[in-house]
Nanobody, 120 residues
Framework: QVQLVESGGGLVQTGGSLRLSCAAS????IGWFRQTPGKDRDFVAA????????NYADSVKGRFTISRDNAKNTVYLQMNSLKPEDTAVYYC?????????????????WGQGTQVTVSS
């Protein structure tokens, strides 16, 4: 059974940084999504199985970086210049296949989520 464990969330001030981690039991293409109460889950970033391909939502381009350490089956989301509107529960998701994918319907497994709160 696939297991995804997110970590690294927390409370940070505007302009600060956090690094989220997603540890998987096997190597998969991974996506990060976020959700606030009463709203749909939004795509944040995704990385291919090899790590050679990445994609970002326009709202985070230039501020967030997704990367992976395949030796550890772990994907990271480095979040810099954080804004209050980045506040959400962040989920990592795994999908079969090798490419990145920006829609949540394309993912097969989901982590439990980690809360990110950016104070103004």
């Amino acid at each position: 059974q696939v297991q995804l464990v997110e970590s690294g969330g927390g409370l940070v001030q505007t302009g600060g940084s956090l690094r989220l981690s997603c540890a998987a039991s096997e190597r998969y293409a991974i996506g990060w999504f976020r959700q606030t109460p009463g709203k749909d889950r939004d795509f944040v970033a995704a990385i291919s199985w090899s790590g050679g391909g990445t994609n970002y939502a326009d709202s985070v381009k230039g501020r967030f970086t997704i990367s992976r350490d395949n030796a550890k089956n772990t994907v990271y989301l480095q979040m810099n210049s954080l804004k209050p509107e980045d506040t959400a529960v962040y989920y990592c998701a795994a999908r079969y296949g090798t490419g990145w994918y920006p829609f949540d319907r394309g993912y097969d497994y989901w982590g439990q989520g980690t809360q990110v709160t950016v104070s103004s």
